[in-house]
């Protein structure tokens, strides 16, 4: 099914310290070359398409700022970000965290899980909490250039 996801009115102010705006915030874990790999696919399907973004991995580095610096940066990011999108590759709990802040503080929040099929499984927090998910590059691609995606059917869990 092909549909145009409605995006959420932003309920609660959010204040931009850095007068920075990214279109995104590229959210997902890093910590493996196969989840770099996805990440690397997904930032540059968005940046073919001209989008700024906010990448965690590379603009807060918790070795050298430490971990109150680095969340304080990465939510910083969420709120100087249009919107974000979240790679679900894995179920990490910083990505999910990012979802949840971003949807709390009323931003537009879209999920990639490239390969996901229709009776695919993800968690109802998720699968409620995000405007659209896109089941591979293609349909991301799609969606940047049309507004239209592939909405898959989602086993509820």
Do not use: W
Not at 8 to 31: I, K, L, S
Not at 96 to 112: C, L, R, S, T
């Amino acid at each position: 099914m092909i549909r145009t996801p409605t995006m959420r009115r932003m309920t609660n102010t959010v204040t931009n310290t850095t007068n920075t705006e990214y279109d995104f915030y590229a959210a997902g874990p890093f910590f493996n070359p196969a989840e770099v790999t996805s990440m690397e696919r997904l930032e540059a399907t968005l940046e073919s398409h001209g989008k700024k973004l906010f990448k965690p991995r590379f603009e807060s580095d918790l070795a050298a700022i430490g971990a109150k610096a680095c969340f304080e940066a990465d939510v910083e990011g969420i709120r100087s970000a249009k919107a974000v999108i979240a790679n679900l590759i894995d179920d990490d709990p910083g990505t999910m965290f990012e979802i949840g802040y971003a949807h709390g503080i009323g931003k537009p929040v879209y999920a990639y899980l490239d390969g996901l099929k229709d009776g695919g499984a993800v968690n109802i927090m998720i699968s409620q909490s995000v405007d659209a998910i896109f089941t591979s590059a293609e349909d991301l691609a799609r969606f940047l250039e049309t507004g239209e995606h592939t909405d898959p059917v989602l086993k509820d869990f």
